[in-house]
T-cell receptor, first 114, second 113 residues
Framework: NAGVTQTPKFQVLKTGQSMTLQCAQDMNHNSMYWYRQDPGMGLRLIYYSASEGTTDKGEVPNGYNVSRLNKREFSLRLESAAPSQTSVYFC?????????????FGDGTRLSIL | TQLLEQSPQFLSIQEGENLTVYCNSSSVFSSLQWYRQEPGEGPVLLVTVVTGGEVKKLKRLTFQFGDARKDSSLHITAAQPGDTGLYLCAGEDSGGSNYKLTFGKGTLLTVNP
C-alpha cells in the first residue's frame, strides 16, 4: 500500500542543470499537486492537475513545468535549475478538487542546487 | 492573496502541559484542515472542519472552526512526546477560477519528557 511515491528522495544539482521529479499514486485520485516547502515559508503550491489531461499554475510556478502523464503520474520539471529552487518538494493527491477531502502527501524530494 | 497566520511559530513544553495553536485569517474559507508533519515525512491530515463554530475531538486534540470560518484553533491536553511535530493549518477556498489550498507557515511543537 504505497500511496504516493516520490522519486528521487534526494538530489544535488549544479546551477543550469535540468531535472524531472517523479510522482506516482495508487489511490485512484483524480487531482494531484506539487508543493515546495522552505523554512519559514510553509507549503506553497507550484502547479496542480485537477484531473488527467489538465494542469494549472499555482502560487509559485515560475521556473517549473509539469506533465500529467496519466491518472497515476504527475511529474515536475526544472529546465534550468537555480539556487533559489533549493527546497523540499512534495507531491500530493486528492480524490477530487474542492471535495473537502484530505490531501495525501508523499515523503518529499530534497533538492539542493549548487 | 489569502494568508493564514499561525501562532506561535515555535512552542517547547513539558510532558503533561496543555497548549493551544492558533490559525487566523482575514479571509473566509470553505473548509479548514489541520495536518501534522514529522521530520523527513510529508504532512498527514488530522482533521477537516467545515461548518462555522464546529468543534471536533481526536483523543487529546480538540479542533475548533471560528463562527465566521476565518480562524481555527488546535488545543492539546496533557501533551506527550509523541505529539512533537510541525502542525500546519490549511484553508480551502471554493470560490474563484483557480483552486486554492493555502497553508499557514506552521507551528513547530516540541514536547520534552
Amino acid at each position: 500500500n504505497a500511496g504516493v511515491t516520490q522519486t528521487p528522495k534526494f538530489q544535488v544539482l549544479k546551477t543550469g542543470q535540468s531535472m524531472t521529479l517523479q510522482c506516482a499514486q495508487d489511490m485512484n485520485h483524480n487531482s494531484m499537486y506539487w508543493y515546495r516547502q522552505d523554512p519559514g515559508m510553509g507549503l506553497r503550491l507550484i502547479y496542480y492537475s485537477a484531473s488527467e489531461g489538465t494542469t494549472d499554475k499555482g502560487e509559485v510556478p515560475n521556473g517549473y513545468n509539469v506533465s500529467r502523464l496519466n491518472k497515476r503520474e504527475f511529474s515536475l520539471r526544472l529546465e534550468s535549475a537555480a539556487p533559489s529552487q533549493t527546497s523540499v518538494y512534495f507531491c500530493a493527491t486528492q480524490r477530487t478538487l474542492y471535495s473537502n477531502q484530505p490531501q495525501h502527501f508523499g515523503d518529499g524530494t530534497r533538492l539542493s542546487i549548487l | 492573496t489569502q494568508l493564514l497566520e499561525q501562532s506561535p511559530q515555535f512552542l517547547s513544553i513539558q510532558e503533561g502541559e496543555n497548549l493551544t495553536v492558533y490559525c487566523n485569517s482575514s479571509s473566509v474559507f470553505s473548509s479548514l484542515q489541520w495536518y501534522r508533519q514529522e521530520p523527513g515525512e510529508g504532512p498527514v491530515l488530522l482533521v477537516t472542519v467545515v461548518t462555522g463554530g464546529e468543534v471536533k475531538k481526536l483523543k487529546r486534540l480538540t479542533f475548533q472552526f471560528g463562527d465566521a470560518r476565518k480562524d481555527s484553533s488546535l488545543h492539546i491536553t496533557a501533551a506527550q512526546p509523541g505529539d512533537t511535530g510541525l502542525y500546519l493549518c490549511a484553508g480551502e477556498d471554493s470560490g474563484g477560477s483557480n483552486y486554492k489550498l493555502t497553508f499557514g507557515k506552521g507551528t513547530l511543537l516540541t514536547v520534552n519528557p
